[in-house]
């Protein structure tokens, strides 16, 4: 599916692309409505339906990745509710071979992500993850998410790359159209971000389920 020698940058999402992304799924649908019922004495079933509809008005904006945005709109502390679970956070199946093939394979690797700096302190320690890239980027850093054509620019402005000798892989397909429009050549998305959820059956950019399936068969 890669032609690797034709690659020169790989940019990586991490949630729902490295890291398995039930558990920020678990979080924001079943974690925080029922401690936010807890701890303001509501109950869970009329907490979980609006807490979700506020959450989902603010896809795609920056608001949507924003921790401090959400212990503000909610008066919880969202950073230290996600560590009563922080037993969740862990690599997509062969996401860490993927990446270890990566640092032999000597590609420059950044972690391009929407996460904010908040939640990337709470899950690189966890994981390791900032061992293997060579750069890390954040929306949170500019203020403008991976949805906007702002972002790819700003990217470019601190870590140069060729648009053509260029692979993303990402599991957010709005994302991945984003990129496509800036010019980037190679887009791979994720068909099971979610390992609790079924697989995406249909997907506009080409999915993979496992790193494997875009490894050369003679790994270096």
């Given at each position: ?7 020169n ?10 890291l398995?992304?039930h558990?920020?799924?678990h ?14 004495k ?5 907490v ?12 795609g904006r920056l608001?949507?990745?924003?921790l401090?945005?959400w212990s503000?709109?909610?008066d919880v ?20 071979d993927f990446l ?7 590609p420059?690797?950044?972690l391009?992500?929407?996460?904010d700096?908040?939640s990337?302190?709470l899950?690189l ?7 293997y ?11 403008i998410?991976k949805?906007?054509?702002?972002y790819?620019?700003a990217?470019m ?9 260029t692979?993303?892989?990402?599991d ?8 496509q429009?800036f ?10 971000p979610?390992s609790q ?6 997907t506009?950019?080409p ?6 399936e ?7």
């Amino acid at each position: 599916m890669i032609d690797w020698k034709s690659i020169n940058t790989v940019l990586l999402d991490m949630d729902g692309t490295l890291l398995d992304l039930h558990f920020d799924s678990h979080f924001w649908l079943e974690h925080l409505p029922h401690r936010y019922a807890e701890l303001h004495k509501l109950e869970k079933s009329s907490v979980q339906t609006n807490l979700i509809a506020q959450i989902m008005a603010e896809k795609g904006r920056l608001n949507w990745y924003s921790l401090d945005y959400w212990s503000e709109r909610f008066d919880v502390d969202i950073l230290s509710l996600k560590r009563e679970i922080q037993h969740l956070i862990g690599f997509r199946v062969d996401a860490l071979d993927f990446l270890q093939w990566l640092k032999v394979a000597h590609p420059r690797v950044v972690l391009a992500t929407n996460a904010d700096r908040k939640s990337l302190a709470l899950k690189l320690p966890l994981t390791g993850l900032d061992e293997y890239v060579d750069f890390i980027f954040s929306s949170s850093d500019i203020g403008i998410p991976k949805e906007e054509q702002g972002y790819w620019h700003a990217l470019m402005e601190v870590e140069p790359f060729d648009p053509a000798t260029t692979l993303l892989i990402d599991d957010n397909e709005s994302v991945l159209a984003s990129a496509q429009q800036f010019g980037i050549a190679q887009l791979i998305t994720i068909s099971q971000p979610d390992s609790q959820s079924p697989l995406r059956q249909m997907t506009e950019f080409p999915a993979v389920t496992r790193f494997a399936e875009l490894q050369p068969v003679n790994k270096p």
